[in-house]
């Protein structure tokens, strides 16, 4: 890592939800960065998190709601990519099997169940309608 990005300030933002899709709304959360204190905070009405992130931190691990979850931190790949577009669709609860960047029958059912929610043409594709509600979604917004 430069020491430029090492002293860029950076910040993690998420949008948390259940299972059901609806928000873990003003839950307690506890994140710990290697070799800084932990920090301890609470979501928001609609499940966003935005906690500052320590230089040069590169994992971390999230508890919210009992349940723990290991973070790579700078690891997603662009939604323009497959592999993106596959972790994004795990992040959402649409399994799309390995990030492995292989738009293979898992991706594509994956797509096929994205875009039946949200009212898209299930062809399994990468459109540009599919991958613009794709990162509105992941996105929160």
Not at 34 to 50: C, K, N, V
Not at 107 to 125: E, W
């Amino acid at each position: 890592m430069s020491i430029e990005r090492a002293l860029t300030p950076r910040f993690l933002h998420l949008v948390l939800r259940d299972s059901t899709g609806a928000p873990l709304a003003n839950r307690p959360f506890h994140i710990v960065f290697p070799d800084a204190e932990p920090l301890t905070g609470t979501t928001d009405g609609g499940g966003r998190l935005s906690t500052p992130v320590p230089a040069g931190a590169e994992t971390a691990t999230l508890t919210v709601a009992y349940r723990s979850f290991a973070l790579r931190l700078d690891a997603l790949a662009p939604v323009t990519h497959v592999a993106g577009v596959q972790a994004r669709l795990n992040h959402l609860n649409f399994f799309a099997g390995a990030v492995d960047g292989v738009h293979g029958p898992r991706t594509t059912a994956a797509l096929r169940a994205f875009q039946a929610a949200h009212a898209l043409d299930a062809s399994g594709a990468l459109d540009a309608a599919t991958l613009d509600c794709l990162t509105k979604t992941y996105s929160g917004q």
